[in-house]
């Protein structure tokens, strides 16, 4: 059964840091590219960071340079580092891990940064 489980979501303030991480079970994780997605109240669901597994990194415009995807393949897990957090970023956060025909999601995690 595969499992893709968030962790590390909560309240900041704005400016403020938060890392979230997902812990996959059930698949081979190492080929698994991997992603974050999120989507706050009222808007469609939006791409973030992607980390495929030769080590290449796509970030959302609106994140680029505040947000960092990394990825433990020991552990399972895919993180994401957020830095210099905005109001716009409170949203729900979404792991995603994509091989072939085989595309996974976790349940999602709340992330609120307000003042």
């Known amino acids: 059964q595969v499992q893709l489980v968030e962790s590390g979501g909560g309240l900041v303030q704005p400016g403020g840091s938060l890392r979230v991480s997902c812990a996959a079970s059930?698949?081979?994780?190492?080929?698994?590219?991997l992603g974050w997605y999120r989507q706050a109240p009222g808007k469609e669901r939006e791409f973030v960071a992607r980390?495929?597994?030769?080590?290449?990194?796509n970030y959302a415009d609106s994140v680029k340079g505040r947000f960092t995807i990394s990825r433990d393949n020991a552990k399972n897990t895919v993180y994401l580092q957020m830095n210099r957090l905005k109001l716009e970023d409170t949203a729900v956060y979404y792991c995603n891990a994509h091989v072939g025909q085989s595309d996974y999601w976790g349940q999602g995690i709340q992330v609120t940064v307000s003042s």
């Open positions: 980390l495929i597994t030769d080590g290449t990194t």
């Open positions: 059930g698949i081979l994780f190492s080929v698994y590219a």
